[in-house]
Every structure is written in structure tokens, then in C-alpha cells.
């Protein structure tokens, strides 16, 4: 079992910066496919990152939708245990909670969630 655990979330204005961070537990996140995932009021849950193995060893490839690119990036900490989303050039369509999520490479599912952290952003 994975539990993960989401922080950094908070109210900033428009251009300002957050850095989320994702602690796992259960499971160390060298070993995992990691994402983040946002869902704004009304809306559905989308993707906006992830870091996931490659071939089966330590190497990582990493995706962002289209509307975070240039302006997220996603990291690993392995020493910590976590995996973190540096935010830069927020704007209000950023506002939502924002959910880690794991899995095994072997699955295309997403199965483990946190419990997710606001995020808003002002105008």
C-alpha cells in the first residue's frame, strides 16, 4: 500500500510561485510512476505532470499538459522520499486542488491518491 500525503498548496497572486511537495510512504518513489493532477470547481480531474520509469531502471521520463509547460516542473527527491511541483507564473486558471498519484509502471492506471492541496491564485 502507498499512502501519499500533498503540502506546499496556498493563495498567491497572479505571477507568484508555490512549490507542492508529495510525501509517500509505503513504497520508496524510485520505484514508482509519480503524477500530479488538478480538478478547478465544475470541472473534471486532469493531468498536469508526471515522472515515470523508463525501461524498468532509475531513469525517469517527465510530461506536462500543454497549459503548464514552461511553467511546472516536476522532481524527485529520493533521499526525502518525494516528489515535488515547482509552480512559477501562476495565473488564476492554476486554481485548484492539486492531487498526487502513483503506480506501478506496470499498470496504466493511476491508483494511489492523496488526499490533494488548494491552490488558489488571485488576479
Known amino acids: 500500500q502507498v499512502q501519499l500525503v500533498e503540502s506546499g498548496g496556498g493563495s498567491v497572486q497572479a505571477g507568484g510561485s508555490l512549490r507542492l511537495s508529495c510525501a509517500a510512504s509505503?513504497?520508496?518513489?524510485?520505484?514508482?510512476?509519480m503524477g500530479w493532477f488538478r480538478q478547478a470547481p465544475g470541472n473534471e480531474r486532469e493531468f498536469v505532470a508526471s515522472?515515470?520509469?523508463?525501461?524498468?531502471?532509475?531513469?525517469?521520463?517527465?510530461s506536462y499538459a500543454d497549459s503548464v509547460k514552461g511553467r511546472f516542473t516536476i522532481s524527485r527527491d529520493n533521499a526525502k522520499n518525494t516528489v515535488n511541483l515547482q509552480i512559477i507564473g501562476l495565473k488564476p486558471e492554476d486554481t485548484a486542488v492539486y492531487y498526487c498519484?502513483?503506480?506501478?509502471?506496470?499498470?496504466?492506471?493511476?491508483?494511489?491518491w492523496g488526499q490533494g492541496t488548494q491552490v488558489t491564485v488571485s488576479s
Open positions: 498519484a502513483a503506480k506501478f509502471g506496470s499498470t496504466t492506471a493511476w491508483r494511489y
Open positions: 515522472t515515470v520509469r523508463v525501461g524498468g531502471r532509475t531513469y525517469y521520463a517527465d
Open positions: 509505503g513504497r520508496t518513489v524510485i520505484s514508482l510512476d
